[in-house]
């Protein structure tokens, strides 16, 4: 057999702990994490904003995008009452 005092054995070994250690790293690299996932959520009016910063939407979309949000959210809050258009 090709043993060689166990250098064949430990040469699979090491081939284990190096596979292991690229994927935590590839994990931690990727930032996967659940926690992150579940807990961060942007609200819409954080997205408008940062939508206007970086010039994607104009002003003018901004203003009308954020009275809407404003009036949906205004009538959210009123439980069995329907919002009016």
């Known amino acids: 057999m090709y043993f060689d005092h166990g250098a064949y054995m430990g040469g699979m ?3 284990w702990w190096i596979f292991w250690l690229i994927l935590v790293m590839a994990l931690l690299y990727t930032g996967w994490s659940p926690r992150q996932r ?5 609200s819409p009016h954080a ?3 940062r939508r206007l910063a ?7 979309a901004y203003e009308q995008t954020k009275a809407l949000l404003d ?3 205004r009538g959210s809050s009123a439980p069995g009452k329907e919002n009016e258009t």
């Open 13 to 15: 070994h090491a081939l």
């Open 38 to 42: 579940r807990g961060h959520r942007e």
């Open 47 to 49: 997205l408008l904003q």
């Open 54 to 60: 970086r010039g994607e939407i104009s002003p003018e």
């Open 71 to 73: 009036r949906d959210s």
